[in-house]
């Protein structure tokens, strides 16, 4: 039987970085603030050079050389954002013109924080179905862009940049992965686009992100736990089978909360929201990239990805590595 292997990593941030110390200059807030509530002591901010579809193509380019392979072996590309700078083309068919993926169809995928969860069972789907064998699943964000920089409840939160994995089908890999979402609960964490006056209608402004935090909060610590259980009942695996719980880095007190409750080693919860703040779709593969780089990965481990965010939307991945 097979399944989807991730074979590659890479991942690309911006070159400049806004501390919670010289956030502190710019607005009232304070480092002792962020650090506690959120485990954020810095983020990668996008200059006027990177886009969502620059680090997108950086990320894709170092994962095809982590896999060995060559920019035309990838058959699909797959772009998990919710802040690319254009409406189209789309992300991917920009990162399949900036790596000459020649043999490729391209894509983006909108399911906010959840992206790469939802990248990635899509390309499982894929790879199950027989229609593609090699795939780059991306998630990128340069959601820099579009918060609002005097809003300090919403804005010392995310930061910019952008993960990759290259998959292919394989015997091993993916063994369960589930997506959710819940449409009722979308104005907990929105962030709507401007639009022009038409003939029919008056143009309307457009508003940056909105976020209920303590809402967005609950529900995270809430669901994650549940469905990080489901998929580990469903096919036979105990917490303690699990080598890493590779989660979506939002906030370390959510992490923390989420080991908690699943009764598991907050040690095997890794985390590098410190230095990247909440990079949304981007932040599982960025995270997975830096574990794959640092050799803290061993064939036949048992990883754990979860991802949870606006839409609602959320999901978790069991896989052998
Ligand atoms: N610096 C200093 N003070 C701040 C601040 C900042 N950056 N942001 C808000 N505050 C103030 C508020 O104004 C409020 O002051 P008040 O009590 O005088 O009114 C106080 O801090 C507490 O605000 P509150 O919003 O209740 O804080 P909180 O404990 O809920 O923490 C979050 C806020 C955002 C850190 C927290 O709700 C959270 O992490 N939520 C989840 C968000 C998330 O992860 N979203 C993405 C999911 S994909």
Redesign the pocket.
Known sequence: MMTTRIIGTGSALPKKTLTNDELSQI????DE??RT??GIVSRHVADEEETAATLAAEAGRRAIDNAGMKPEDIELVLVATCSAENYFPSVGCQVQDILGLKNAAAMDISA??SGFLFALNTAHAYILSGLYEKILVIGTETLSRTIDWTD???C??FGDGAGACVVRSDEEGIIGISQHSDGTQGGV?TSFAPSLETPLAAAAPGSPLY?E??A??KF?VKTVPECIRQVLEDNHTEVEDVKYFVL?Q??S??IQSVAKRLKADEEKFPMNLDKCG?T?AASIPILLDEMNRSNKLGRGDLLVLSG???GLTWGAALLRW
């Open positions: 607005m009232d807030t304070s603030w962020i509530r959120t906010a924080c300090r409840s919403t010392v939160l964490l976020m935090g303590q967005v909060f995270a979506h939002a906030n007190r959510i909440n949304s949870f965010g606006a």
